[in-house]
């Protein structure tokens, strides 16, 4: 059925039920796991290059070590599960747009990934990547709660 599960992660408790959920179903149908990172890109006000190498550089430097310790929780839980599992960091102001493109150059045929659940207004203002997948990914999306 599916051989390569997409699981993006953002460290939040619904992103790290989605991992065990995914890895789940990642065992029982002996299928490999993709798991993802997308960390921000760094934006300043700031034209002068002396204010921006320092901030950028340790803004980079926190995200990357956030990525790295994300991922290795999902590739920890994924070999504890015996599933073979390859990380992939990206940088990207849109995340939905970074996991539709590694689903596809990756060639996963699913996407398991959290939704937070905001609803109403809070969804309209905070906007959903969840949703932004589901409207603009090919490949299936199986959403956790």
């Not at 970074?98 to 959290?114: F, K, S, Y």
Request: one cysteine or more.
């Amino acid at each position: 059925m599916y051989q390569r599960i997409l699981i993006p992660t953002n460290g939040s408790d619904a992103s790290l039920r989605a991992i065990h959920a995914g890895i789940a179903l990642a065992k029982m149908l002996h299928a490999e796991v993709v798991a993802l990172s997308v960390a921000p890109e760094f934006h300043l006000l700031s034209l002068a290059p002396s204010q921006v190498e320092p901030p950028a550089d340790a803004f980079a430097s926190e995200h990357h070590a956030r990525a790295m310790h994300m991922l290795h929780q999902v590739s920890h839980a994924a070999r504890e599960a015996g599933v073979p599992c390859t990380c992939e960091f990206k940088v990207s102001d849109h995340p939905w747009e970074a996991i539709c493109t590694t689903a596809r150059d990756r060639q996963c045929d699913l996407i398991n990934m959290a939704s937070h659940g905001h609803k109403g207004i809070r969804s309209m203002l905070l906007g959903s990547q969840t949703q932004k997948v589901l409207v603009h990914c090919a490949v299936p999306v199986l959403v956790q709660h």
